[in-house]
């Protein structure tokens, strides 16, 4: 596409096509929660034991990324999604992987409905936090620049 359109071509093809894998992501995911909710239901133990090491481990890699980055003198505005980038899970490409290797009903699939279910809220609390010490990362990050 690069090589017969150029960058304006490639541009408008992702423009056209933003809809349709917005549109895709949700069908996946009304699929996911349709075949999955009754084990969400009937296994609070089991998310239970699902959601708390994905809690855990999402806050622990932001915090310490977000801490590394204000230590070397990282800009905010860098150090903000460096965090998000090194604790998100990537639990889309879990749920596609999960669904074509084991099916809809899989306890992989489970896996990851309750990964993308506990991970989106607490991704957003990270970024609320994130956004509420701007001012104390931007004090520290340049007096404790290594």
Same mark, same amino acid.
């Given at each position: 596409?690069? $090589?017969?359109?150029? @960058?304006?071509?490639?541009?408008? %093809?992702l423009t056209a096509l933003a809809p349709l894998s917005v549109s895709a992501?949700?069908?996946?995911?009304?699929?996911?929660?349709?075949?999955?909710?009754? !084990?969400?239901?009937?296994?609070?133990?089991?998310?239970?034991?699902?959601?708390?090491?994905?809690?855990?481990?999402?806050?622990? %890699?932001?915090?310490?990324?977000?801490?590394? *980055?204000?230590?070397? +003198?990282?800009?905010?505005?860098?150090?903000?999604?460096?965090?998000?980038?090194?604790?998100? *899970?990537?639990?889309?490409?879990?749920?596609?992987?999960?669904?074509?290797?084991?099916?809809?009903?899989?306890? $992989?699939?489970? !896996?990851?409905?309750?990964?993308?279910?506990?991970?989106?809220?607490?991704?957003?609390?990270?970024?609320?936090?994130? *956004?509420?010490?701007? @001012?104390?990362?931007?004090? +520290? !990050?340049?007096? %404790?620049?290594?």
């Amino acid at each position: 596409m690069l $090589a017969r359109g150029g @960058d304006a071509a490639l541009a408008r %093809t992702l423009t056209a096509l933003a809809p349709l894998s917005v549109s895709a992501l949700l069908l996946t995911l009304v699929l996911l929660f349709a075949f999955q909710g009754h !084990a969400i239901v009937e296994q609070p133990l089991v998310i239970l034991l699902l959601a708390v090491p994905i809690t855990l481990q999402v806050y622990w %890699t932001a915090g310490l990324a977000y801490w590394l *980055n204000r230590r070397v +003198g990282e800009q905010h505005c860098v150090a903000g999604p460096s965090a998000l980038i090194g604790a998100s *899970n990537f639990f889309e490409l879990a749920v596609a992987a999960a669904i074509s290797l084991f099916g809809f009903e899989s306890g $992989a699939a489970l !896996a990851t409905v309750v990964g993308v279910l506990i991970e989106v809220p607490v991704m957003l609390s990270v970024v609320a936090l994130v *956004n509420r010490s701007r @001012d104390w990362y931007q004090a +520290g !990050a340049t007096q %404790t620049s290594i």
